[in-house]
Structures are given as C-alpha cells and as structure tokens.
C-alpha cells in the first residue's frame, strides 16, 4: 500500500488542492495524494487553470473537510497554511506532520492579472517544496 500524504489548509480550495495535484505529478505514484481542510469552501477556479498551465489536471478534485479523509489515516500530514496549523486535529496513528506555510493567493489583490501572478508563484512555491521534500524522501524519481 502508498505511503498517504495529506496536505491540510483551511478552505481546501488552492494551496492543499494544488500540491495534492503536484505530488500527484511528481512523485509517480509512489504516494496516494489528499487534500482537505478545516472549513472547506470549494475548489477555487483559479488553481484549476494556473495548474492546468502547468500541465496538471485538478478540475476533478473537490474540497473535503480533514474529518472525513482522516479516516484514511496518512503517514504524512503537511499544513500549508499557519490557520490549519493552529486549528490542526490532533492526527493519531502516529502520522508525521510537516508545515509549509505558503501565502493564501485568493486574498491576492489588484487586477485580475496581478492575482494570477499570485496564483502562479504560489503555484511554483509548492512545486518546489514538493520536488525538495521528495529528495529528502529519496523518491523523486
């Protein structure tokens, strides 16, 4: 059975969606990838097409609230934002926890193009910590 890494932020709608999508991408399935948050809002349509231009599809993820994919009971539970680190359930069955703060690009403000830059950098931020994470876990391929 793969190893399960959730990535846990409080609305469930772009930063934990997208590295859902990138471990999904990096790791060539050598992880099941989860995404949940403490007060999930819904899938932000601005993640779908900043990941989409990357290359990944995440239009079939959807928001779930850490409750109901605990029941998974991950081996790595990542916090990507200080929020879900804060209101964090306490995760039994003795799975790692990591935090990586990222800033939240749906309060990006400006114009529609200066919150698409958000979105990207974000998008890029996360990629990075995953592909780093996956050396230090020996399993970037």
């Not at 990535?7 to 991408?25: D, I, K, P, V, Y």
């Not at 990357?54 to 991950?74: E, Y």
């Not at 990075?128 to 399993?139: A, F, Q, Y």
Request: glycine share 8%; aromatic share 6%.
């Amino acid at each position: 059975m793969k190893p399960a890494v959730l990535f846990l932020c409080t609305g469930n709608s772009c930063r934990s969606q997208m590295a859902e999508g990138w471990l999904r991408h990096l790791a060539g399935g050598r992880f099941e990838a989860l995404s949940a948050g403490t007060s999930p809002v819904g899938l932000n349509p601005r993640a779908v097409t900043v990941m989409a231009e990357a290359g990944i599809d995440i239009s079939r993820q959807w928001s779930k609230h850490v409750d109901d994919v605990l029941l998974s009971q991950p081996e790595y539970v990542v916090t990507v934002c200080d929020r879900a680190k804060e209101t964090c359930p306490a995760i039994h069955g003795g799975a790692a926890t990591l935090h990586w703060s990222f800033d939240d690009p749906a309060e990006a403000q400006g114009s529609d193009d200066d919150r698409a830059k958000a979105f990207r950098r974000i998008r890029d931020e996360i990629a990075e910590k995953i592909r780093d994470w996956l050396k230090t876990e020996g399993r970037l391929p």
